[in-house]
């Protein structure tokens, strides 16, 4: 069974920056794509940044340019880094990843339970 656990969540002054990362527990075969959502306050959840397994990335328009999405393939990690920081990015930001545990296995989704960040003078 695979996990996914995020960390580096916070508050942050507008402007600041952040470093998310994601670990997968649990043995891994081939990670399709790598995704990071963000859910706010009465809103619905909207993918921010995608990692596919061609290395090609992804990113909503409204965080192009301030975001990254990376990974370490032989630690199972996933991050985001996160600059120059607006209050309209405070959400809880989660993890998701598509992946086969075994080389014959079925392709499944897992998802983190979600770290919060907020933007906040």
């Known amino acids: 069974q695979v996990q996914l656990v995020e960390s580096g969540g916070g508050l942050v002054q507008p402007g600041g920056s952040l470093r998310l990362s994601c670990a997968a527990s649990?043995?891994?075969?081939?990670?399709?794509?790598m995704d990071w959502y963000r859910q706010a306050p009465g809103k619905e959840r909207e993918l921010v940044a995608s990692?596919?397994?061609?290395?090609?990335?992804n990113y909503a328009g409204s965080v192009k340019g301030r975001f990254t999405i990376s990974t370490n393939n032989t630690k199972n990690m996933l991050y985001l880094e996160m600059n120059s920081l607006k209050p309209e990015d405070t959400a809880v930001y989660y993890c998701?990843?598509?992946?086969?545990?075994?080389?014959?296995?079925?392709?499944?989704?897992?998802w983190g339970q979600g770290t919060q960040v907020t933007v906040s003078s």
């Open positions: 649990g043995s891994i075969d081939t990670r399709y794509n």
């Open positions: 998701y990843q598509r992946l086969k545990t075994t080389p014959l296995g079925d392709v499944r989704s897992y």
């Open positions: 990692l596919f397994l061609s290395g090609v990335t």
